[in-house]
């Protein structure tokens, strides 16, 4: 998968994809306000660095098998992306920590206008994410954060968004 340009005046709404339950709601409310204001949706898959010192071939083979997920797993979103409004993500995958790579992303990435997370709905807190971002390192963003609740259902997304 490429990574898409944007158009200057374009609003991109950012959606990290993993695999939360809660990620569904922040691509969802994410499409619906790119398609609502002329924007486009990007996302952003982050995969965890091989662990250890294995030899050069594993850390190799690691490193596609890895890759061949994070493609399975964008793509399958990118899909309800594309049917949510009309056209493809942008598409970034990266390695590394998820936190890092964001405000990486973010700062490389003058398009980007619109950072969405969903919260967790869990009682073990809002996810780490949305806890870094909204706390300590909210500062490091040049770009305003949507939190989209966790526990949300598709209807009361569409009808905030």
Same mark, same amino acid.
């Given at each position: 998968?490429?990574?898409?340009?944007?158009?200057?005046?374009?609003?991109?709404?950012?959606?990290?994809?993993?695999?939360?339950?809660?990620?569904?709601?922040?691509?969802?409310?994410?499409?619906?306000?790119?398609?609502?204001?002329?924007?486009?949706?990007?996302?952003?898959?982050?995969?965890?660095?091989?662990?250890?010192?294995?030899?050069?071939?594993?850390?190799?083979?690691?490193?596609?098998?890895?890759?061949?997920?994070?493609?399975?797993?964008?793509?399958?979103?990118?899909?309800? =992306?594309? #049917?949510?409004? *009309?056209?493809? +993500?942008?598409?970034?995958?990266?390695? %590394? @920590?998820?936190?890092?790579? $964001?405000?990486?992303?973010?700062?490389?990435?003058?398009?980007?206008?619109?950072?969405?997370?969903?919260? =967790?709905? #869990?009682?073990? *807190?809002?996810? +780490?994410?949305?806890?870094?971002?909204? %706390? @300590?390192?909210?500062?490091? $963003?040049?770009?305003?954060?949507?939190?989209?609740?966790?526990?949300?259902?598709?209807?009361?997304?569409? =009808?905030? #968004?």
């Amino acid at each position: 998968m490429s990574e898409q340009a944007s158009l200057p005046d374009e609003r991109v709404f950012l959606v990290v994809v993993d695999e939360s339950p809660e990620m569904r709601n922040a691509l969802r409310y994410a499409c619906r306000r790119a398609k609502r204001t002329g924007g486009r949706v990007a996302m952003l898959y982050v995969m965890e660095p091989p662990e250890g010192q294995q030899w050069g071939a594993v850390m190799d083979l690691m490193r596609q098998e890895a890759r061949q997920q994070a493609e399975e797993v964008i793509a399958k979103h990118a899909d309800v =992306a594309v #049917s949510l409004t *009309g056209q493809p +993500p942008a598409i970034h995958i990266r390695e %590394g @920590k998820s936190r890092d790579e $964001l405000v990486k992303l973010i700062t490389e990435d003058p398009s980007i206008s619109v950072l969405v997370l969903a919260s =967790a709905s #869990s009682s073990e *807190g809002p996810g +780490p994410l949305v806890t870094a971002f909204a %706390g @300590k390192l909210g500062s490091q $963003l040049r770009v305003p954060l949507t939190i989209v609740p966790g526990a949300l259902s598709e209807a009361q997304i569409d =009808a905030i #968004s």
